[in-house]
């Protein structure tokens, strides 16, 4: 609806697997981001990409590990991660990056919920 | 540090009533003021965005204020409606590089018929 894709919608991993979030933008932005929604926590913004260079890295651990082949498609690897990484993980894209200083509409996909055992 | 607090946390109205949530912040320097919309399972959806100089914007029946020098926005739903129901989040930008974007924990709707 968006314009931005996601899958999966649902994954559950346990703690030794390793998998990966896709997400798609149909928008012809050059922006993506990665966020994680926890409940009743703020979205944390994770990752920025810009051009397929990746512009921002708000301290995320490395067993998340981003990968932007081109400016549509935005993955996040999964590896060895912990119970409290389970969470709703959120895609987006904008026009230009830096959302600080643009009024760019940023959007989002629906999000993978994510479930780690 | 910079902050956004989000009020009331949760709020129930009857369906076609009007209804105001707020937004405080301390954020400096100040770039903009986004408001979104999240239904159950979505992502957010984008519904206004100001800068220092607007002091309101209207999308449909959400009014966005903005008063800089208080640091203070408000968000009101006019005529309220069922599908109005979602989580509303407040989203701040400072000018610095160091925490750019400071999210609410935004503030959940529910609109009874």
């Known amino acids: 609806e968006t314009g931005v894709t996601q899958t999966p919608r649902h994954l559950v991993m346990g703690m030794t697997n390793k998998k990966s979030l896709k997400c798609e933008q149909h928008?012809?932005?050059?922006?993506m981001y990665w966020y994680k929604q926890s409940a009743k926590k703020p979205l944390e913004l994770m990752f920025v990409y810009n051009f397929k260079e990746q512009t921002e890295n708000n301290s995320v651990p490395s067993r998340f590990s981003p990968e932007c082949p081109n400016s549509s498609h935005l993955f996040l690897h999964l590896h060895t991660l912990q119970p409290e990484d389970s969470a709703l993980y959120l895609c987006?894209?904008?026009?230009?990056?830096?959302?600080?200083?643009?009024?760019?509409?940023?959007?989002f996909g629906p999000g993978t919920r994510l479930t780690v055992l | 540090k910079n902050q956004v607090e989000q009020s009331p946390q949760s709020l129930i109205i009857l369906e076609g009533k009007n209804c105001t949530l707020q937004?405080?912040?301390?954020?400096?320097?100040?770039?903009?003021l986004r408001w979104y919309k999240q239904d159950t399972g979505r992502g957010p959806v984008s519904l206004t965005i100001?800068?220092?100089?607007?002091n309101t914007k209207s999308n449909g029946r959400y009014t966005a204020t903005l008063d800089a020098d208080t640091k203070q926005s408000s968000l009101h739903i006019t005529a309220s409606q069922l599908s109005d129901s979602a989580s509303y989040i407040c989203v701040v930008s400072a000018m610095n590089r160091d925490d750019k974007i400071i999210f609410g924990k935004g503030t959940r709707l529910h609109i009874l018929p």
């Open positions: 937004c405080n912040y301390t954020v400096s320097p100040f770039s903009n």
């Open positions: 987006a894209s904008s026009l230009t990056p830096g959302l600080a200083d643009s009024t760019d509409t940023q959007y």
């Open positions: 928008l012809g932005h050059n922006a």
């Open positions: 100001m800068t220092f100089s607007e």
